[in-house]
Every structure is written in structure tokens, then in C-alpha cells.
């Protein structure tokens, strides 16, 4: 007989909706659906926190008061599941593998189509690919975080829970997209006027720049929706932890979707900019889109579960956004010295921030599900200060970034082959101070977003900041910004050690 059986034998406290977690953790709990004043919804409080623990037996407390405190001593920092390495390897690996394959994709489509029309006619719509491609970070990988979350607590069981939280959360990704879609237009043509002068940039520019940016964030924000959902209730349906998959899913297929709409749409309207009128056009439809934000929002305004990300959401994806422009500044001005640079820059900001992503959903899980709001569940914030805890701790946490940072190596190595058989187009050119170099800096970079993950999850813990919608979009963020910085550095270093030739050969 498990706990939630026996206390309804003795007691018949049938009214009283307890929820017994994993005995494994000593975590007696009441699942107190009632109580909407809580930070989340399906809270899980201590026994003694309900309002029928008078039924419950003296002996019963004492025993579950000692199980609490001898588990809790135990372990004090205790994991979200049990996977095995070999587990976790297996249902990562897969994901990541595609998902190199997809950045492969959108390299070979920023390669290729870098010299088109579009590109060529409006250079500053080059700034805008990585905060567009950074909007699967911002919006997606988050409502993947949030997904496997909501799993997690049992807010995903019925058919009525599973379509309001859709409904709801692809209200708030399209409001979202088309705010950040139209800043981030706006941070582009600002970056362009101040490197280029303002006489550089005409009003048919702006306006089509601007639609662009908002038409792709929207169409991809409405299917990326759509496929996360699907994602996760497929994840449900083969008791797979969604944490593991739902990020890396929307990576894989990220970063190719968003550039083919992007050139798609940005083609069309920069062929048409020019004819008499469209200017008026494109400024209504601007507006009219603007003006959509506010119908998305109050759908979203309707449901508790995204009503805290629509109050509290905002300034991580608008800082992540202003981070992943910067990334495309940088791009731009290395893709002019080193036109190399579009066939590896979405592998090399795409892979380690993906490694990043996994990691900070699956601590979030962990804290919403073992954490008081506010309160770490053990340890200080200042463990998580030390770097060296990312890989050197034998907690279960640091155990799967050391496996996150090994996958790093062989999946670069095949995206490395791959990139120079399929994109560059010929194995050839392989070159093993490149192939050092790379790895280097990958390591580095995916290094340095584990160690942010650690950190900012447990700090925006302790600000009662919800962590699923706030740590993935700066994470992915700088892992555009360092990622292209350290690709920068490698093609520069390259060119020091006098590759300069080579670099050449690889447009």
C-alpha cells in the first residue's frame, strides 16, 4: 500500500488532494491545486502546510518528519531523475546530432544566398540573422523549457489542460516574436547608421528591413509553436524525459526554417520595395501586425500559466536580443574580412548553446519541482560561483556537463567533415591547425555557457525570477556572441599563422 492508500485508509480524507513525490527524496507533499496565490500553480507543500493534518496520526508525522530529515541528510542536493549516463547519452546524443545537422543547413543556406540579391542589394539584413535565428532560444527553447516543466508538475494530462496551455502559449511566442521581431529591425538599422553614416539607408530600406524581421519572426513563431507541442506530447507518450529533447528539437530545426523563411520573405519584399506605393504598403502592414501584438497578448493575459511570463519575460529576450544583434554586427564585419566564417558560424554559436539550453532546462525542472520559491534547495548561491564546480563536483548536475562537454568533441568532429564535404564542397581543403583550433574554441565557448547556466538558473532562483523563461534566451544569446567571437579569433589566428590562402579558398 503506498502512502496516498494508506493515509486515505486511515483517515478517509478523501477531500484532501495529497500527492505523494518520489519517497526516494523523503518529499511527503499535498498537491494543493486550490491555491492560486502561489508562485506556481501545483505547488507542492509540506504535509504539516495542510489544512487536514489533524486527521493525520501522531506516529505518522514523527516517522515522516524523521524520513524527511535522514534523505535530506543524505543527499542534500538531490536530482531530478535517475537516468544513467548511458540513458542520458542515448536521448541526447540523437537530438544533437541533428541538430548539427540542421546549423549545417543554415550554414550552407548563409553561404550560399550571402552573395544573392537580397543580401547583396540590403548588406544590413546580414546584422539581423542571428537575433532572428536567436528567437528559437528566446521563444522556442523556452516554451520547450516550459513544456517539460509543466510536465513534470502534471499540468499536461488531460486533453482540456493540453489545449488551453497551447492556445495560451502560442498567443504569448507570437506576441512576443513580433515585438522582439520589430526591435530587433530597429537595433539593426541603428547598428547600420552608425557604422555607415545615416545617408547610407533609405526609407524603402527601413521598411522593408522592418517587415522582413517581423513577418519571419511571426510565420516561425506559429510553427515552431505547433512543433514543440507535438514534441513534447510525443516525449510524454514514450516516457521520455522532455528536458532532453524539446530544446535540442528546436535547435535542430531552428536555425534552417528561420533562414529559409527569412530569404524567402526578405527576397520577395526586397524585389518589390521599390515600385511606386509599396512604401505605404509596408507601413500598414507593419502596423497592422504591431497592432496583432495586443490580440495575442490578452489571450495569453487569460491563463495564469503565462500570464507571469507576459509581466515578467520581457527583459530577458529584449537583452537577449540586443546581445544576439551585437553577434550579427560581428558577423557581418568578419563575414567581409573572412567570407569563410557564414559556412561555420551557425554550427559554432548553434552547438554549444544547445548544450547550454539542455542543461539550464533541466535544472530549472529540478528547482521548481525540489525548490522553495526564492529559497535554493541546498547550497549557497556562492557554490555556484566556483567554476570548477561545473565539471570537478560528483553532483549529478556536474556529472551531466562533463557529459554534455565530452559530446561536444566527436559531434563537432562530424559536423566539421560534413561542413567541408557538403558546404565548402571539398574535403580537400581539410586543414589540422583549423580542425584544433575549432575544437578549442568550442570547448571554450560551450564551457563558459555550462558555467553561466549553473549560475544565473540558481540567481534568478533567488530573485523569485522564474528560470524557465529567462535563463535559455540569454544563454542562447551569448552563445551567438561569444561563438562568433570565437570564431572570429580562430579565422583570425589562422591568417596570423599565414593561412591566408587557404581562408580564401573556402568562399
Known amino acids: 500500500m503506498n502512502c496516498k492508500e494508506s493515509y486515505l485508509a486511515d483517515n478517509s480524507a478523501e477531500n484532501c488532494d495529497f500527492k ?21 500553480p501545483q505547488k ?5 502546510s495542510c489544512d487536514c493534518v489533524a486527521r493525520v496520526p501522531l506516529i505518522t508525522k514523527i516517522l515522516l518528519a524523521i524520513q524527511n ?33 540542421g546549423e549545417i543547413c543554415a ?32 521563444l522556442e527553447s523556452t516554451l520547450g523549457s516550459r513544456l517539460a516543466t509543466w510536465t513534470h508538475l502534471g499540468l499536461l494530462k488531460t486533453r482540456e489542460q493540453k489545449i488551453k496551455l497551447y492556445i495560451a502559449s502560442a498567443s504569448l511566442d507570437q506576441a512576443q516574436a513580433l515585438i522582439i521581431g ?35 519572426s511571426s510565420a516561425t513563431s506559429f510553427l515552431f509553436s505547433f512543433l514543440m507541442f507535438s514534441v513534447t506530447l510525443l516525449a510524454i507518450a514514450l516516457r521520455i524525459n522532455p528536458d532532453n529533447i524539446a530544446t535540442p528539437f528546436a535547435a535542430m530545426i531552428g536555425d534552417c526554417i528561420t533562414m529559409t523563411t527569412f530569404i524567402f520573405f526578405g527576397t520577395m519584399i526586397n ?38 511570463v507576459l509581466k515578467t519575460g520581457w527583459f530577458s529576450i529584449i537583452t537577449a536580443m540586443c546581445f544576439s544583434t551585437t553577434a550579427g554586427y560581428i558577423l557581418q564585419n568578419a563575414y567581409s574580412k573572412y567570407p569563410g566564417v557564414a559556412n561555420f558560424q551557425p554550427v559554432t554559436a548553434g552547438v554549444g548553446g544547445n548544450l547550454g539550453s539542455i542543461q539550464a532546462s533541466r535544472i ?5 519541482k525540489f525548490g522553495e520559491w526564492g529559497v535554493l534547495p541546498a547550497n549557497s548561491l556562492l557554490t ?7 565539471y570537478a563536483c560528483k553532483e549529478e548536475e556536474s556529472v551531466k556537463a562533463l557529459i554534455l562537454a565530452i559530446m561536444l568533441f566527436p559531434g563537432n568532429i562530424v559536423f566539421l567533415v560534413l561542413i567541408f564535404a557538403i558546404s565548402i564542397g571539398n574535403i580537400a581543403l581539410w586543414n589540422w591547425v583549423f580542425f584544433f583550433l575549432y575544437l578549442l574554441a568550442a570547448f571554450i565557448h560551450v564551457s563558459i555557457l555550462l558555467y553561466v547556466t549553473q549560475l544565473m538558473s540558481r540567481v534568478y532562483w533567488r530573485l523569485k525570477i522564474n528560470p524557465d523563461n529567462n535563463t535559455i534566451p540569454i544563454l542562447t544569446a551569448l552563445g551567438d556572441l561569444f561563438g562568433s567571437l570565437l570564431l572570429m579569433a580562430v579565422f583570425v589566428l589562422m591568417s596570423t599563422f599565414g593561412y591566408q590562402q587557404w581562408e580564401n579558398s573556402l568562399q
Open 364 to 368: 530549472s525542472t529540478y528547482l521548481h
Open 271 to 308: 524585389n518589390h520595395r521599390e515600385e511606386h506605393g509599396h512604401k505605404f504598403i509596408y507601413l500598414f502592414i507593419i502596423l497592422a501586425f504591431l497592432l496583432s501584438s495586443i490580440f495575442w497578448m490578452c489571450i495569453a493575459q487569460r491563463n495564469p500559466h503565462t500570464r507571469q
Open 182 to 216: 520589430f526591435l530587433a529591425a530597429n537595433v539593426t538599422t541603428i547598428f547600420y547608421i552608425i557604422q555607415n553614416g545615416s545617408g547610407s539607408i533609405s526609407l524603402d530600406h527601413v521598411l522593408a528591413l522592418h517587415l522582413t524581421s517581423i513577418v519571419t
Open 20 to 40: 505523494c513525490a518520489n519517497l526516494e527524496y523523503g518529499l511527503s507533499t499535498v498537491n494543493l491545486t486550490k491555491y492560486p496565490e502561489t508562485p506556481f
Open 69 to 101: 530529515y535522514c534523505c535530506s541528510c543524505l543527499r542534500k542536493e538531490s536530482q531530478l531523475d535517475h537516468e544513467s549516463k548511458k540513458s542520458f547519452i542515448m536521448v541526447t546524443s540523437i537530438p544533437l546530432f541533428f541538430t548539427g545537422i
Open 44 to 48: 507542492h507543500l509540506p504535509l504539516e
Open 384 to 390: 555556484y560561483l566556483n567554476p570548477l564546480r561545473t
Open 107 to 138: 550554414g550552407l543556406l548563409l553561404a550560399r544566398y550571402s552573395t544573392g540579391k537580397f543580401l547583396t542589394d540590403m548588406p544590413e539584413a546580414m546584422i539581423l540573422i542571428p537575433p532572428l535565428c536567436g528567437l528559437k532560444g528566446n
